[in-house]
């Protein structure tokens, strides 16, 4: 059965850092693409990061480019998500989804929230 759990969400201030962590089971996780995806309060869902099965090839949503770092450890079944330079706008529920294009499987999300 595939589970997926985010942790790692927190109040932060602007400017700050936060690493999100996914642990995955009940699949072949090194076989698999993974994504972050993320909703903020009234909004729809936004794919932000993608990270190719164990090639490590990665990519961003361009609201998040060059702040954000997605990275999996496939010994572990777990995908992060490192956070840097937030801002209130990345306020938002980020889930783990597996694949790239079409998520089949998501997380119950952790709250990210970022405010001084």
């Known amino acids: 059965q595939v589970q997926l759990v985010e942790s790692g969400g927190a109040l932060v201030q602007p400017g700050g850092s936060l690493t999100l962590s996914c642990a995955a089971s009940g699949f072949t996780f090194s076989s698999r693409s993974m994504s972050w995806v993320r909703q903020a309060p009234g909004k729809g869902p936004e794919w932000i990061s993608g990270i190719h099965k164990q090639d490590g090839s990665t990519t961003y949503a361009d609201s998040v480019k060059g702040r954000f770092t997605i990275s999996r450890d496939n010994a572990k079944n777990t995908l992060y998500l490192q956070m840097n330079s937030l801002k209130p706008e990345d306020t938002a529920l980020y889930y783990c989804?597996?694949?790239?294009?079409?998520?089949?499987?998501w997380g119950k999300g952790t709250l990210v929230t970022v405010s001084s």
């Open positions: 989804v597996r694949n790239l294009v079409t998520g089949d499987y």
